[in-house]
């Protein structure tokens, strides 16, 4: 009896680590994020999410430089960084990541190498810790891929990578000019939400579309209820997140002073800034004080940049959604920053934001909302009859 159970104990540890390195096997051949090599299979894949991905990059790419914002920086060329601002650019942006995120593969990346420019973005929000942004996707599910070799095998055992080894199918083909480019990575349904409010009602069932129109309804209640905005400093908040400021950005710049830091204001549609006032009030107030604070450091290698009521940000049809803009205004903003024009310093700063809160309380949302509304019944309507 005792035999029996000792070969069947011997038996199942037998087969457990027979399992065990068929799945290292597997994964060492397949290796979607070259934790460890070029992958033997797809090799021209690439994976959605720069969180994990921009490891290989930082480690294997031909580069001084970085972009590094959020899913606003995504369509930024690397090579068009490259050709009008100097250098060799990576982009390694990352989707709906806080400053908190990308310190993370900032720290990773100018431990690897001396940098000679690092482009990020100072979104409306991401900005802030990711406790005040409850849908950002924890820090412990991928830091550990930055602190050292040891764990990074780990990576591949949370269910959805699993998933997607097992599957063995190819993810698009990479463009290590734009990796991370949702562009590019949503195809011909992405494209064709640009264009105008029409275009934006076709898709009315899809996140984006709702989520704009249920923020347009939202200042548009509060608007009719009478609601006038105050534009008032939260304190706590502005402690918050210059403490966040000071862990995430500018303990980097003071630490790296021969890196130039180029911060960019992401260029929301004006109606989306308009809106903000009535679903975010206080947000203005907050981020210029937040940028006054960081100018104030009087860091020579830290340029700040906005371009906040450019005549682009009044057609929505540059803009996908509310917020995300189409990547010939990357290529624009690149411009503008090679000519030094949109530039944000302490003696200009008030000038500029006053205008920018004349021209987002006078836009008239109250009219695009009617529109976009009627857009959407219209196109229930064409969809109703083709039924």
Request: proline share 3%; aromatic share 16%.
């Amino acid at each position: 009896m005792q035999k029996k159970s000792r070969i069947l104990i011997f038996s199942f540890f037998g087969v457990f680590i027979v399992i065990f390195f068929a799945f290292c096997a597997v994964v060492w051949y397949v290796d979607p994020f070259r934790l460890f090599h070029q992958p033997f299979m797809c090799k021209n894949q690439i994976y959605d999410d720069m969180r994990y991905n921009a490891r290989w990059f930082i480690k294997s790419g031909d580069y001084d430089s970085i972009i590094l914002g959020t899913s606003m920086l995504a369509n930024t060329s690397a090579k068009e960084a490259a050709e009008l601002l100097g250098g060799k650019f990576i982009n390694i942006s990352i989707w709906g990541s806080s400053l908190e995120q990308r310190a993370i593969l900032m720290n990773y990346a100018l431990q690897n190498r001396p940098l000679k420019k690092i482009i990020t973005s100072f979104d409306r929000g991401s900005f802030a810790p990711n406790n005040i942004l409850p849908d950002s996707i924890p820090a412990k599910y991928f830091d550990f891929l930055y602190k050292g070799d040891l764990d990074i095998f780990r990576v591949y055992f949370s269910t959805k990578h699993l998933n997607k080894i097992i599957s063995l199918k190819c993810d698009r083909d990479m463009n290590l000019d734009m990796p991370s480019s949702w562009m590019e990575y949503g195809g011909e349904i992405i494209k064709q939400r640009f264009g105008g409010v029409n275009n934006w009602a076709k898709y009315y069932n899809s996140t984006e579309t709702k989520n704009s129109f249920q923020m347009l309804s939202n200042a548009v209640a509060k608007k009719e209820n009478g609601y006038e905005p105050k534009n008032i400093l939260n304190i706590n908040n502005f402690k918050k997140y210059k403490k966040d400021i000071d862990a995430n950005l500018l303990k980097f710049a003071k630490e790296f002073p021969n890196t130039e830091f180029i911060l960019i204001i992401p260029p929301y549609s004006m109606v989306c800034n308009s809106i903000l006032s009535y679903t975010d009030d206080g947000h203005s107030i907050l981020q210029k004080e937040l940028v006054r604070y960081i100018l104030e450091q009087n860091l020579k290698n830290i340029r700040f940049f906005s371009y906040d009521y450019e005549k682009f940000t009044y057609d929505v049809a540059n803009y996908m959604d509310l917020g995300h803009y189409s990547p010939e205004i990357n290529s624009k903003i690149l411009e503008l920053i090679n000519n030094g024009y949109g530039e944000l310093t302490i003696n200009n700063l008030d000038a500029w934001w006053k205008k920018y809160d004349e021209e987002k309380n006078n836009y008239d949302f109250y009219k695009f909302y009617h529109d976009f509304k009627k857009a959407i019944e219209a196109q229930k309507a064409i969809d109703a009859k083709e039924m």
